[in-house]
């Protein structure tokens, strides 16, 4: 059985750098076609693609915020690590992480995690 | 930036057929994703590269790509699926994975 948990602190002060760990089982990020990204939405809002990293150690961002995100996998301890440098209250969010099995060619999440949420305030 | 359009909200009777439309420049070209998140709850993918079901899902789920517009059709509406559904499409000019601004189904 596949499961993906994000992990992270609850709040973050204002120009501070958010770290998230997505933490996985149930299959490998080194088996080709897999690929893991993070998505977020603020409360009430629409859902926002953030960042990704393919099986391969690819790495795709969001135009709109790719100064200030990074993602990496550590394959040996199954997790996957976003960081969003300078945060602000608008990053206010649940954070969700997911995982692309294969079903299309690009990547349309079908494992998706809990999620967590990250409050932005002084 | 590409943008998809999707209505605020759509509203059917139950046993009724609902359709949601998602609005984009030549999306018809495009593979477009669906996504059902009913409260508190993380997103499940319906319909992948536009017209497929994942294993699981009930056929009463399906998909149509044409045009500028893309919509997913949910046959015999039950009460269980009062959600908001998302689009998603990969927009190549931009690199970019974007999600439509959701429409929340109401059963009436």
């Known amino acids: 059985q596949i499961t993906l948990k994000e992990s992270g602190p609850t709040l973050v002060k204002p120009t501070q750098t958010l770290t998230l760990t997505c933490i996985f089982s149930?299959?490998?990020?080194?088996?080709?076609?897999?690929?893991v990204g993070w998505i977020r939405q603020p409360p009430g809002k629409a859902l926002e693609w953030l960042a990704l990293?393919?099986?391969?150690?690819?790495?795709r961002y969001s135009p709109s915020l790719k100064s200030s995100l990074t993602i990496t996998k550590d394959t040996s301890k199954n997790h996957v690590v976003l960081t969003m440098t300078n945060v602000d209250p608008v990053d206010t969010a649940t954070y969700y992480c997911?995982?692309?099995?294969?079903?299309?060619?690009?990547?349309?999440?079908?494992?998706w995690g809990q999620g967590t949420l990250v409050t932005v305030s002084s | 930036s590409y943008v998809l359009t999707q209505p605020p909200s759509v509203s059917v009777a139950p046993g009724q057929t609902a359709r949601i439309p998602c609005g984009g420049n030549?999306?018809?070209?495009?593979?477009v994703h669906w996504f059902q998140q009913k409260p508190g709850q993380a997103p499940v993918l319906v319909v992948y590269?536009?017209?497929d079901r994942p294993s699981g899902i009930p056929e009463r789920f399906s998909g149509s790509n044409s045009g500028n517009t893309a919509t997913l059709t949910i046959s015999e509406v039950e009460a269980g699926d009062e959600a908001d559904y998302y689009c998603?499409?990969?927009?190549?000019?931009?690199?970019?994975?974007?999600f439509g601004g959701g429409t929340k189904l109401t059963v009436l």
């Open positions: 997911a995982l692309s099995t294969g079903y299309c060619r690009g990547w349309c999440p079908d494992i």
């Open positions: 149930g299959f490998s990020l080194t088996t080709p076609g897999v690929d």
């Open positions: 990293i393919k099986w391969d150690d690819a790495k």
């Open positions: 030549n999306v018809g070209s495009k593979s």
């Open positions: 590269a536009g017209t």
């Open positions: 998603q499409v990969w927009d190549s000019s931009t690199d970019d994975e974007v």
